[in-house]
């Protein structure tokens, strides 16, 4: 899997629903704070109980996600995981592992939280894609 350029993370993100209310300027902004992480099959990504210090896009690969009364779903490309803990500050419900070579891009959160309360328009972008998923 080849390094993603910047021009590449940006129209990734872009596509990412979780950004899709975001401008372009936004989503650069959202992009410069994101690192590349490669991670090989059956890595573990966090577990239940875990911190919740980040957000993650699957880029290419699959992850695996199962909470502890044995549901689980998988996060493929343009798919998000993780989000739901950093905003409520809650502990990680599900663990994450990876079910194939993947490539992710992760957003640590308190990196994220600085951004957002520099940038309001982003904040609203994210508030109009988490209440149309709530409908």
């Given at each position: 899997?080849?390094?993603l350029?910047?021009?590449?993370?940006?129209?990734?993100?872009?596509?990412?629903?979780?950004?899709s209310?975001?401008?372009a300027?936004e989503v650069?902004?959202?992009?410069?704070?994101?690192?590349?992480?490669?991670?090989?099959e059956?890595?573990?990504?966090?577990?239940e109980g875990?911190?919740?210090?980040g957000?993650?896009c699957?880029?290419?690969?699959?992850?695996?996600?199962?909470?502890?009364?044995?549901?689980?779903?998988?996060?493929g490309?343009?798919?998000?995981?993780?989000?739901?803990?950093?905003?409520s500050g809650?502990?990680?419900?599900?663990?994450?592992?990876t079910?194939a070579?993947?490539?992710?891009?992760?957003?640590?959160?308190?990196?994220?939280?600085d951004?957002?309360?520099?940038?309001?328009?982003?904040v609203?972008?994210?508030?109009?894609?988490?209440?149309?998923?709530?409908?």
């Amino acid at each position: 899997m080849p390094d993603l350029a910047r021009i590449e993370t940006v129209v990734f993100l872009q596509s990412v629903d979780l950004f899709s209310f975001c401008k372009a300027e936004e989503v650069l902004r959202i992009a410069a704070i994101a690192q590349e992480q490669r991670l090989p099959e059956g890595e573990r990504v966090f577990r239940e109980g875990d911190p919740s210090d980040g957000l993650y896009c699957v880029v290419q690969g699959r992850v695996d996600l199962e909470a502890p009364d044995g549901s689980s779903w998988s996060a493929g490309p343009l798919a998000t995981f993780g989000v739901k803990e950093i905003l409520s500050g809650r502990l990680r419900t599900e663990t994450a592992t990876t079910a194939a070579e993947t490539l992710v891009l992760a957003i640590e959160a308190e990196d994220f939280f600085d951004l957002l309360s520099h940038n309001i328009e982003i904040v609203r972008a994210l508030f109009r894609q988490l209440l149309r998923q709530a409908d």
